[in-house]
């Protein structure tokens, strides 16, 4: 069963407009949570993390909120850009293992 | 710097061929990962190697797949005999030791198997 849900699937934003991806996840062992950023043809890329000890982290256009009572987490990207059309993947880190979230299709409109 | 290197980027072969995947993980990275990608399934981690001794390999589906890392510098995934059903993207994964949270992707294989 996947351990990290993410939604929505697919979501479309106007140039300029806020893109918000959501996470949840059940096991309280997992200790790191990264966003990776997937173009067509290329391998999903490390584009920002955060430990479960921090509320929020922020990275130019991108933050994740964490909300650790939730076990919920979110991938906010400001001011979308064309160039940000991707997949976004979160993921949860425990030992060794990042388990993925399914994915979300970010397409942006200019 | 050079990244995760992996070859060939595309391959297409038959049924029941053996198919031979390649990987050269970031120098200084002694943690390896490969993953399959598919529609249906996301991202599965196939096998992790830890300094070139395999740690975990639950995740490899079946006995026709094998993986090999017999250097720090480079690992091997091999299908034999291949089945339409393996047809994904196949990735290869590394990180430091201790570091495994933050993992570098390699561009990929696709694999597609007729």
């Known amino acids: 069963q996947q351990q990290v849900k993410q939604s929505p699937q697919s979501l479309i934003v106007q140039k300029g407009g806020i893109s918000i991806i959501n996470c949840a996840y059940e096991?309280?062992?997992?200790?790191?949570f990264p966003w990776y950023q997937q173009f067509p043809g290329k391998g999903p890329a490390l584009l920002i993390a955060?430990?479960?000890?921090?509320s929020e982290k922020k990275e130019g256009r991108f933050t994740i909120s964490f909300n650790k009572s939730a076990k919920q987490f979110s991938l906010h990207i400001m001011d979308s850009q064309p160039g940000d059309s991707a997949t976004y993947f979160c993921a949860a880190h425990n030992d060794y293992k990042l388990s993925f979230g399914a994915g979300t299709t970010v397409t942006v409109r200019a | 710097d050079a990244g995760v290197i992996q070859s060939p980027r595309h391959e297409v072969t038959e049924m029941g061929q053996e198919v031979t995947l390649r990987c050269k993980p970031i120098?200084?990275?002694?943690?390896l990962f490969w993953y399959r990608q598919t529609m249906m399934r996301g991202l599965e981690l196939l096998i992790y190697f830890n300094n070139n001794v395999p740690i975990d390999d639950s995740g490899m589906p079946e006995d026709r797949f094998s993986a090999k890392m017999p250097n720090a510098s480079f690992s091997t995934l091999k299908i034999q005999p291949s089945e339409p059903r393996d047809s994904a993207v196949y990735f290869c994964?590394?990180?430091?030791?201790?570091?495994?949270?933050?993992?570098?992707f390699g561009p990929g294989t696709r694999l597609t198997v007729t």
């Open positions: 994964a590394s990180s430091l030791f201790g570091q495994t949270s933050e993992q570098y």
């Open positions: 955060i430990r479960p000890d921090v």
């Open positions: 120098s200084g990275h002694n943690s």
């Open positions: 096991n309280t062992a997992f200790d790191y």
